[in-house]
């Protein structure tokens, strides 16, 4: 992969306060164009590492670059307009309008204030932009925030816990707009405790704690080094009887392991190695009378999440 593809480039970077180290030597690359996840319990780096990709920490060690050019440096005014970010709590000044505050933003960022109406419409504020904030629910001052992100059309977006406070209907607003501005070539990094929201979302995720970079790669290479294993549901067909089933879960495919089982209203419900999945499939197609219906879930982001897996590419680093 050139540089070219790459929109966020960090070297090495470590930030130390006093002698803990908050993020610990990650190297990391973010594509254009990418979403990306970045997840971690609290306390693992996440916050720290946003920062000084924000150019908000300075790091103790290494460089980041964005955009090619580096965060900390004789440009780094100009790099850091083209980011935009949503913090996980927004302050906001009550007595202004929603429009009011926007245009403050702008101006901070010496930003045409004629962008300021439409985008407030854009993130479904249009009809309460002259209301003052003071009157705005927890999920209307988000959508403030997220339109103040979206400010001057920055080439990358950091959305930190972007969901918070948002009801169902705003959650599936959010991630279409979100959808909509990746097609238009903003490259996306965030930040999310709700996983099972991220991972049919992302492209990539890294995984930290203790300050470094524990695990990277997409949802598929996560399984995989993670080896967890399937969850199978089986229904039973109804003439199946318990002694029938009983001597065919004696022959089912286990990769030298028997998979482990448990019932739950008649449902037959398997743990069973990754490496066994098409015997497996292959053994229930094979047994109409005994068994109607089946079902696999694969691991989920939260199941590989606390279980600590290994890095996809069998390192501590790089893309």
Not at 85 to 94: G, K, M, Q, R, S
Not at 98 to 105: A, M, N, P, Y
Not at 231 to 248: F, K, M, N
Request: glycine letters at 8%; aromatic letters at 6%.
């Amino acid at each position: 992969m050139s540089d070219q593809d790459l929109i966020i480039q960090l070297r090495q970077v470590s930030k130390r306060f006093d002698r803990f180290a908050a993020v610990d030597d990650i190297s990391l690359d973010i594509r254009r164009v990418e979403v990306f996840g970045l997840i971690g319990h609290n306390g693992a780096g996440k916050s720290t590492l946003f920062k000084m990709m924000l150019g908000l920490l300075s790091p103790s060690a290494g460089s980041i670059h964005i955009a090619g050019q580096p965060v900390f440096g004789a440009q780094a005014r100009e790099v850091r307009r083209q980011v935009g970010y949503l913090p996980e709590n927004v302050a906001l000044w009550d007595n202004l309008s929603g429009l009011e505050t926007l245009r403050f933003f702008a101006r901070l960022k010496r930003i045409d204030p004629v962008e300021c109406a439409p985008l407030l419409a854009r993130v479904g504020l249009g009809e309460v932009g002259k209301r003052p904030v003071r009157a705005y629910s927890k999920g209307m001052r988000q959508r403030l925030g997220f339109a103040q992100a979206l400010l001057g059309r920055p080439q990358v977006l950091f959305l930190d816990e972007p969901t918070t406070g948002l009801d169902p209907r705003a959650i599936h607003f959010f991630w279409e707009t979100l959808a909509e501005l990746r097609q238009q070539g903003l490259t996306i990094v965030l930040t999310s405790h709700i996983l099972a929201e991220l991972q049919h979302r992302v492209d990539r995720v890294a995984v930290m704690a203790d300050g470094r970079l524990q695990a990277l790669g997409t949802l598929p290479e996560l399984r995989a080094a993670a080896d967890l294993p399937l969850r199978v549901r089986l229904q039973p067909s109804p003439g199946a009887g318990a002694e029938q089933l009983a001597r065919w879960l004696t022959t089912l495919p286990s990769d030298g392991q028997p998979p482990q089982r448990a019932a739950r209203d008649g449902t037959l419900v398997l743990h069973a190695p990754r490496g066994a999945k098409r015997a497996l499939l292959q053994h229930v197609l094979a047994a109409p009378e005994l068994i109607a219906d089946a079902q696999i879930d694969e691991p989920t982001l939260e199941d590989m999440f606390f279980g600590a897996p290994a890095a996809a590419d069998g390192t501590e680093g790089a893309a």
